[in-house]
């Protein structure tokens, strides 16, 4: 069977402006309580928030504004969310019929407030806004909700953000970047939507999530790439059918793919000791570049062996 291709889709949808994507929109999960499972073992960790302190604001008073449906904030008196004026229109009605509902923007998600207050971890999918990323975050059952859409892109963005090392500051209600790998930090001080969470895909709106996603499958090398396949088909994941390479499911792809290169590679060590194994690496590559080099210009045996052996340049986030 062939493993579906995650790849090439974007690259269509940014150029041609606001697609139609045939699916309904799930509603959002109401319950924004989680059980709070901050656990160390990570790099850049900080100790979690007292419990006092947790027990103290419940998360609930963010529901103001936080709107479960897209329906009843297009206007109306009782519409009180923060959401910035120029919400653009829906994508044009798609000319075969008979199929679920186009896809409509997702207006909770225009709220400013949204990254900070939108509900997450209230389902099946582990996760608590607060503290570090914990080995349970990052289980392939986690992972599969992911790829399976059984999340919403917020917990999705979440999780990426806290393994990133972005913090949640409960009392500023913000993200924190003081503990974001360097690289990523230059670019990223404010943690990026990795899929675009409102599911509008006009170039303008687009464009931020299609950059972040790229940085993010950029810093995964080579041999990593193949995680979710690794990972994931022995569990009964089959890929993604071409029909439905929505940038959302690719997305999520590409993140469930770093989320697992993430916890096998970087999770549990200090920027420090990433740099040093680094170092080590390119220095076996670099010595193995040379040997592959000298073989080529000798023209000698195994010449294509050793040009097989190029890999495309990587941008680590440490
Ligand atoms: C992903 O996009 C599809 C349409 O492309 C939409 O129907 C679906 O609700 C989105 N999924 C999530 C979890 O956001
Ligand atoms: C994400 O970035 C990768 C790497 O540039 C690209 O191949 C892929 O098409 C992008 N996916 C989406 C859905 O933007």
Redesign the pocket.
Known sequence: MMWPVI?????LSSSRGALSFRTPSPPLAASSSSSSSVRGGGPHRRPPPSPALVASRPLSSSTRVIRSSSSDAEGGADNECDCPTTIPPPPPPSDDDGGPAPLQPYLPAFDPKYPVRGPVGGGKFVLDRRGPPSIEELSNDNMLLIVRSECTDLEVNTLVWKCLGYRFDEEAERWDDAEVFPRWRENYPDPPDLIGMRRVYSREVDSPS?KS??SL??SIPQENKQSLKTHLKPLGWKGYQYKELT?NK??RA?CANWLIFYREELFGYTVEELTERRRIKREAEDAAAAEARRIIDEGGEGREAAADEWKPPVKEVF
């Open positions: 790849l090439p889709l974007l690259a299609l996603n790229q499958v950029r940038p690719t997305r590409q």
